[in-house]
C-alpha cells in the first residue's frame, strides 16, 4: 500500500494533482476539495502528501483501476478513512464532499448539525443524518488537537497540550451554548497565552475574554 508520496506538484486539476516522483514517474492523486484551493499556489513547488490506496471499478464493474487519494496531514487521512465508513459515502464521493476542513466537518457531526451538513457537496438531510448517527462519537479527536490531545499530529511531536482541563472546558462551554469548534479554537488560543488558566472557572473566564475582545485584568 502506497501511503505517502512526495515529489513536485505539476498541476492541481478540478479533483486532482499531478506528482512527478524522483526516479522521473509521475502519479495522479485525487484530492479533498478543500485541499484543492490549497495546494493551487504549491505547482510548481516539492509537496507531501500522505496517501490512502483504494481500487475503482468502471464500466460496470469489468475494469478496475487502483486510485491514490491524498491530504496534508496524517490527521486528514485518517478522517477520510473513517468518512468512507459511512453507508453511502464512497471514495468519490467523500473527497468531493470535503469542502470543509477536517476539524470543522468533525464539529458538525459532534453537533449533530445537520445544515451544516447538508452545505456539503451530494449530502441531503438523510445522508446528512447517517453520517450523524454513525460517526456519533468517533470523532470528537479531529474536531481540536489541543483540547482533544490524542489527535496530535505525530509528526509534531512539540505541539502542546493542556491535559484534560481543555476538555473539561469544552464541556462546559457546550453546555453554556458555544458552538464546538468555536470554543475549541478559543481555547487553543487560550494555552498559548503566557499565563494559562489551571482551573475550569479561569479558562471558561479566559475564552469569554478573548471572544468579546476583552483585554486581561491588570496583574497587582
Known sequence: MICRIEGILESVAQNAGQVRAEGGLTYEVLLPAHAVVRLTPSVGQMISLHTVQFMESQTQGTTIYPRLAGFASERDRAFYELFVTVKGIGHRR???????DTARIAAAIADRDLATLQTMPEIGRRTAETIAVTLKGKIDSFVSSTVYPDSVDPLQPDHATGGPLPREALEVLLQLGESRIEAASLIDRVLLEDDTPSD?????????RLKTGAQPAAQT
Open 94 to 100: 467523500a473527497l468531493r464532499a470535503m469542502v470543509m
Open 200 to 208: 475550569i472557572q479561569s479558562m471558561v473566564q479566559a475564552v469569554y
